[in-house]
């Protein structure tokens, strides 16, 4: 195994150099007696000359090479950030999500209450902050895309592809989550909120759901009281606990009892099929009315990167900020309503028995990981807008504090409304919570539907907020795909064009998740895509950072742009810490893994294949890439062609906006490098040939 400290032999800048080296006092006109052989100059594929083993190509790897662009691989007029508070709000956007909202609550409800916060916050300071400032610092100093910047390693390019497929099939489904909070938002502008009661005829419902649901907020004033007038049954058993118009007050909660507020989110918006077969029969075809949701939610989408980093980071102070308003307000309803407290008590109640439980840890580890939104390549994208002397180290403290911070926030937010639901409805906290949409979609608006005072108004708020969190992180999942159209694909195209295409793109695809079988479709892409994909590349690109690139060589971009070295601890996590744990989690997540389900329901095999077929499509672009590099390259030796593929190509050195000097002082850096291993490569020739001749 490399090293974690120098990685790559510890040569990692020995890489093909686009300059000349320079000899005291000042560099000299080349004589052509000093000028290598014409059948030495040989151009690898990344138009640089190649690095061997031997001598001659350390020689070779020193001449300048033609194809290096002026400053960076992102182009002199790249744009950047208007100032750094864009970059850090667009961060906040990002990586404060939904999933603080409904993932977040749910995982500490199931881990242990209190006691899941000590490996959370021992996970987030182990892996999450370093992955996040990693990140920050590879996209910032070469101002490269999250595929440009693998140059730094160009046989492991394919990590970058994959996690461009991963994030822009991920964007299709988070649209269409945030296509049903529209349609939520929608509904919430109702006289009476239409998820509050039973409907007084089945309906779009099935008839025996219709004939078991009970009011999320009874007209009659009393829980679980449906006043529905009389009516013939032509089969027995319609009502396992007797017709609604004669059922004692009270709530009953048997196997088919579900709330309005359950069969109007299954039945009246997704319009699911309740036949007990799942998706074998097939998927339906799109609805109407959340295909509308769906155009509504790209349109906002393409409005606010029409433009770029200049319209998305004036965006994004308002996608930042104003969630957290509307989670102070949802807050302060909450704690004054009764049961509120128990709620709450309920969230923070520490199990510590549980911390011994290695799911409540491999939970710890796929939330800190996830709420982040490491791995997908947009943090990558967003820091490569930057000046090369920005702070990311302090950008990075934040929002990952932030995130936290925000998380339990919305937790003790959801669980205060969830403990009244509780109170109102005679049942225990546990009772009412579910997990995932269930969460934002049941759950929750079945609570506020008991609101005696405005509950339009607070509906409106929460599915508003749900929005806006939405789009943040739909901005940066789309930029990631817009920022390699436009550096690589279509570099004269504009930015509004290249933004409409992706958006108009994303929507023809979103549509399977707005049919009655999308929550399945969902399901099946959100593991085989946006989950197993995405712990193989972040383990990928931690190990290839770590222990190829090397530790020296990313502390001293860092030392380059901040004026200061990263200390002990970043050092320790990023050459030893990180990487490993990344390996032990992948591997667990393998040796445990378990058949896919959906509401109970397993998925079948033909669905399980074409999970993999997705998840493969993104896997397999590390070795197709790594082919593609040696084909390019296929007239060096193997040795050269494994020696330029591990180091920087020509393309990775400060970007565009770093300071004259400071690449002065890099490209000197580099030319000492090279020069300390030409000579120690010549001196281990001497010492081989001396013990030889005796």
Partial sequence: MPTQQGGADNQAYDAPLELQVRTPPSPAPATPAQAPPAAERTQLGNGAAPTSPSAPALEKAEKVSEAAPAGGGGGGDRQQWSNGMEFLMSCIAMSVGLGNVWRFPFTVYENGGGAFLIPYLIVLALIGKPLYYMEMALGQFASLGSVQVWELAPVFKG????????????????????????F????????????????????????????????????????????????????????????????????????????????????????????????????????????????????SVWAVTCCGVRSSGKAAYFLALFPYVILFMLLVRGVTLPGALDGIIFFVRPDFDRLLDPTVWYAAVTQ????????????????????????IHKDAIIVTSMDTMTSMLAGCTIFGILGNLAHESGQSVGTVVKGGSGLAFVSYPEAIAKFDVAPQVFAFLFFLMLLTLGVGSAVALLGNLT????????????????????????ALLGLVYVTPGGQYVLTLVDYYSGTFPIFVLVTAEVVVVSWVYGIDNLCRDLELMLGHSPGLYWRVTWGLITPVTMIVILVYTIATAQRLEH???PFPDGAVAAGWIIAAFGLVQIPLWAAVFFIKNRGLSFGEACTAALRPSALWRPGPSADPADVKRWQEWRTQRVGRKAC??????EIAAATFNR
């Fill in 159 to 182: 990590i970058g592809y994959g996690q461009l497929i991963s994030s822009g099939i991920v964007v299709t489904y988070y649209c269409s989550i945030m296509a049903i909070t529209i």
């Fill in 483 to 506: 920022t390699l159209c436009g550096d690589a694909l279509f570099p004269r195209a504009p930015t509004w064009a290249v933004s409409l295409g992706a958006c108009v793109a994303g």
């Fill in 599 to 601: 509401n109970g329901l």
């Fill in 680 to 685: 120690a490569w010549t001196r281990a020739k």
């Fill in 184 to 299: 939520y938002l929608a509904a919430s502008f109702s006289s009476e909120l239409p998820w509050a009661t039973c409907p007084r005829s089945p309906g779009v419902y099935p008839y025996t759901a219709w004939a078991n649901c009970f009011d999320a907020q009874p007209a009659s004033g009393v829980p679980g009281f449906s006043p529905l007038p009389p009516v013939n049954f032509s089969y027995p058993g319609a009502y396992p606990y007797g017709p609604p118009y004669q059922r004692a007050p009270g709530p009953r909660l048997g196997p088919d009892r579900r709330s309005s507020s359950e069969l109007y989110f299954k039945y009246g918006v997704l319009d699911e099929v309740d036949d007990g077969v799942g998706i074998s029969r097939g998927i339906g075809s799109p609805g109407w009315a959340l295909s509308l949701c769906l155009a509504a939610t790209w349109v």
């Fill in 368 to 391: 800190c990981f996830f709420s982040l939104g490491v791995g997908f390549g947009s943090l990558v994208m967003m820091s490569s807008y930057n000046p090369f002397q920005h702070n």
